[in-house]
């Protein structure tokens, strides 16, 4: 009798999680649904599955977002910002952590704290900074200002994780002739592979989604991000809900074919950034 | 450690291994903070080459900003309340998934699944729920709650506002919580659980009070997603209607670029900046003497 309470009390809890997971994913298959069906089917029964698949909704979308142009910013610009963070923090952390001098306690001091200022008390010195020297309205920019916002947490999270690697092994590559910069590239980097993963994981979902310094920084359409492409998608199309709806899945498509493949990589980087 | 003979090759290895990293740093985030305290005492209009020196007059400004004050009281309000919900969501759906029901890590992927989309994308798919779903179903259902839209009532719109937020964070705060969960060492358990201990009691006498470094990530995290909230903010209400939903980052936002008072803007957004600083490191603070040891 017990084992059959504890049954019970077993499927009552799984069925509580199914509920819960239905509510937390029924607005994407609700997107998903609307956005193969017709504008006069969406808005007198949003909740009915499609009756013919109206592939036009994303036709139309994919044109007049300019999705390959956008695409192929937000990837340039997410994969450059995340590749060089990465690999210019975990040099600056090495070297942190290798060269424990005074100066240096107070350049990592410096980042750290600076980790508490909001983007919003910096966004209209920068614009108007770099505005004077005529560097917006470039992706280069984009990717340089995203290297300097997003060092600052990964020295940290890196230089976490190196104070924990024997020295021995760098000494030992040391003596025998290899360079500073031979050593890192070929002992320590590779060491530092599980914590570069939590790194990228953590950027990535914060490059490739940012809207606020994309649209200041970048203002001519062919520069625009995906973010930036939906934003205006969605604000001069507000009556025609089929490729509306058809722009956004094509927006989040990417994310989740990626999802699919790396989800265990997903979740494990930002358990580990968050034990940091 | 060995250290390189003589000055230059010092130097030169300090700027191969942290000038990239510095200057960026130094010329993206530590020098416009610098600038922007001094734009603070001007009176740039954004198309002016020059602009003159004001003193304080950015900051009273600031105290007569009425506006300004109301929507920091409004993003006080949904700070609160959303950091309280989602964490308190977050927790339970940490513990559930982590009591060994079978596909945990599908129940996992799935409340994580809105954290990989932007702000953006999320607020304009939940704009199509409120304006057309549930005025839809509280017309066919006869649901007079849900019979208008909800984005187009000033309270309501609020409440919009904190149910996507809790939505879209929860998961990534359920995350941090399972990581948590999982350190409590087994043998503590165990040994509790030999000893008689009820599952509430071991919840509440040894899992809370280990776990008070993940409340305190969490917190800290949603405190701050919290007050600078802008992307679900534009694109879920604009602000609206009238005014009523406009979080205090999206207010410095439209004063600076849209009402082209960039001096006013960047007083309240420094303003706003001590403000935050003070509650996170207070958080922090306090949370760091309720820490236990296993």
Request: aromatic letters at 16%; hydrophobic letters at 55%.
């Given at each position: 009798m017990m084992a059959g309470q504890s049954r019970m009390l077993g499927m009552a809890k799984l069925c509580s999680l199914i509920v819960a997971m239905i509510v937390f994913i029924f607005p994407f298959l609700l997107l998903i649904s609307n956005s193969f069906k017709a504008n006069q089917a969406i808005t007198s029964d949003p909740l009915g599955l499609p009756a013919?698949?109206?592939w036009d909704n994303y036709v139309s979308a994919f044109d007049k977002m300019g999705y390959i142009s956008a695409f192929g910013n937000s990837l340039l610009i997410t994969v450059l910002g995340v590749v060089l963070i990465a690999l210019f923090a975990a040099m600056t952390a090495h070297y942190f952590v290798r060269h424990n001098s005074k100066l240096n306690q107070y350049l990592f001091f410096l980042m750290v704290a600076a980790m508490?200022?909001?983007?919003q008390a910096i966004m209209i010195p920068l614009v108007k900074i770099y505005g004077s020297l005529s560097l917006l309205d470039n992706k280069w920019s984009l990717i340089y200002m995203y290297i300097g916002f997003g060092s600052p947490l990964a020295v940290f999270i890196y230089h976490g994780f190196i104070?924990?690697?024997?020295l021995e092994l760098e000494e030992a590559a040391l003596m025998d002739g290899c360079g500073r910069v031979q050593t890192f590239f070929r002992i320590v980097l590779p060491v530092l592979l599980p914590t570069s993963v939590t790194i990228a994981v953590l950027n990535v979902l914060w490059i490739w989604n940012d809207f606020l310094l994309p649209s200041l920084v970048l203002t001519s359409s062919e520069q625009r991000t995906l973010p930036l492409s939906t934003f205006y998608f969605y604000g001069t199309y507000t009556v025609d809900y089929g490729p509306l709806m058809a722009g956004l899945v094509l927006t989040l498509l990417p994310v989740l074919v990626v999802y699919l493949f790396a989800q265990k990589y997903i979740i494990q980087g930002v358990m580990q950034g968050s034990i940091k | 450690m060995l250290t390189e003979k003589g000055l230059w090759a010092r130097l030169r290895t300090r700027l191969i291994f942290t000038g990239p990293t510095l200057f960026a740093f130094g010329t993206v985030m530590i020098i416009p903070f610098l600038y922007g305290i001094y734009l603070t005492f001007t009176n740039w209009?954004?198309?002016?080459v020059e602009q003159s020196l004001v003193g304080w007059d950015n900051y009273i400004g600031v105290f007569k900003d009425t506006v300004f004050w109301k929507s920091f009281v409004m993003t006080l309000e949904y700070v609160f309340i959303t950091v309280v919900l989602t964490n308190a969501v977050a927790f339970l759906l940490a513990y559930a998934v982590t009591?060994?029901?079978?596909?945990q890590g599908l129940f996992r992927a799935g409340f994580f699944?809105?954290?990989?989309?932007?702000g953006i994308v999320l607020g304009f798919i939940w704009q199509f729920i409120f304006n057309q779903v549930f005025v839809f179903a509280g017309q066919k259902m006869n649901l007079p709650l849900f019979?208008?839209?909800?984005?187009?009532d000033p309270d309501k719109a609020f409440w919009a506002l904190v149910i996507v937020t809790v939505w879209q964070y929860a998961g990534y705060m359920m995350v941090i919580y399972i990581a948590g969960l999982m350190n409590v060492p087994k043998d503590v358990m165990e040994a509790a659980s030999i000893d008689g201990a009820s599952n509430r009691r071991m919840l509440g006498r040894i899992v809370l009070p280990l776990m008070v470094p993940s409340f305190i990530v969490c917190i800290f995290l949603s405190l701050q997603r919290g007050f600078m909230v802008y992307d679900l903010n534009v694109s879920l209400?604009?602000?609206?209607?009238?005014?009523?939903?406009?979080m205090v980052s999206m207010h410095v936002y439209e004063q600076a670029?849209?009402?082209?008072?960039y001096g006013l803007g960047q007083a309240e957004a420094f303003v706003l900046f001590i403000l935050v600083a003070t509650i996170t490191l207070l958080q922090v603070y306090f949370s760091k003497k309720l820490e236990v040891e296993a």
């Amino acid at each position: 009798m017990m084992a059959g309470q504890s049954r019970m009390l077993g499927m009552a809890k799984l069925c509580s999680l199914i509920v819960a997971m239905i509510v937390f994913i029924f607005p994407f298959l609700l997107l998903i649904s609307n956005s193969f069906k017709a504008n006069q089917a969406i808005t007198s029964d949003p909740l009915g599955l499609p009756a013919s698949f109206q592939w036009d909704n994303y036709v139309s979308a994919f044109d007049k977002m300019g999705y390959i142009s956008a695409f192929g910013n937000s990837l340039l610009i997410t994969v450059l910002g995340v590749v060089l963070i990465a690999l210019f923090a975990a040099m600056t952390a090495h070297y942190f952590v290798r060269h424990n001098s005074k100066l240096n306690q107070y350049l990592f001091f410096l980042m750290v704290a600076a980790m508490i200022i909001p983007f919003q008390a910096i966004m209209i010195p920068l614009v108007k900074i770099y505005g004077s020297l005529s560097l917006l309205d470039n992706k280069w920019s984009l990717i340089y200002m995203y290297i300097g916002f997003g060092s600052p947490l990964a020295v940290f999270i890196y230089h976490g994780f190196i104070k924990s690697i024997p020295l021995e092994l760098e000494e030992a590559a040391l003596m025998d002739g290899c360079g500073r910069v031979q050593t890192f590239f070929r002992i320590v980097l590779p060491v530092l592979l599980p914590t570069s993963v939590t790194i990228a994981v953590l950027n990535v979902l914060w490059i490739w989604n940012d809207f606020l310094l994309p649209s200041l920084v970048l203002t001519s359409s062919e520069q625009r991000t995906l973010p930036l492409s939906t934003f205006y998608f969605y604000g001069t199309y507000t009556v025609d809900y089929g490729p509306l709806m058809a722009g956004l899945v094509l927006t989040l498509l990417p994310v989740l074919v990626v999802y699919l493949f790396a989800q265990k990589y997903i979740i494990q980087g930002v358990m580990q950034g968050s034990i940091k | 450690m060995l250290t390189e003979k003589g000055l230059w090759a010092r130097l030169r290895t300090r700027l191969i291994f942290t000038g990239p990293t510095l200057f960026a740093f130094g010329t993206v985030m530590i020098i416009p903070f610098l600038y922007g305290i001094y734009l603070t005492f001007t009176n740039w209009d954004g198309i002016a080459v020059e602009q003159s020196l004001v003193g304080w007059d950015n900051y009273i400004g600031v105290f007569k900003d009425t506006v300004f004050w109301k929507s920091f009281v409004m993003t006080l309000e949904y700070v609160f309340i959303t950091v309280v919900l989602t964490n308190a969501v977050a927790f339970l759906l940490a513990y559930a998934v982590t009591r060994g029901i079978k596909a945990q890590g599908l129940f996992r992927a799935g409340f994580f699944l809105p954290n990989l989309v932007g702000g953006i994308v999320l607020g304009f798919i939940w704009q199509f729920i409120f304006n057309q779903v549930f005025v839809f179903a509280g017309q066919k259902m006869n649901l007079p709650l849900f019979q208008a839209s909800w984005l187009a009532d000033p309270d309501k719109a609020f409440w919009a506002l904190v149910i996507v937020t809790v939505w879209q964070y929860a998961g990534y705060m359920m995350v941090i919580y399972i990581a948590g969960l999982m350190n409590v060492p087994k043998d503590v358990m165990e040994a509790a659980s030999i000893d008689g201990a009820s599952n509430r009691r071991m919840l509440g006498r040894i899992v809370l009070p280990l776990m008070v470094p993940s409340f305190i990530v969490c917190i800290f995290l949603s405190l701050q997603r919290g007050f600078m909230v802008y992307d679900l903010n534009v694109s879920l209400t604009s602000g609206g209607p009238f005014k009523s939903t406009e979080m205090v980052s999206m207010h410095v936002y439209e004063q600076a670029f849209l009402a082209r008072d960039y001096g006013l803007g960047q007083a309240e957004a420094f303003v706003l900046f001590i403000l935050v600083a003070t509650i996170t490191l207070l958080q922090v603070y306090f949370s760091k003497k309720l820490e236990v040891e296993a």
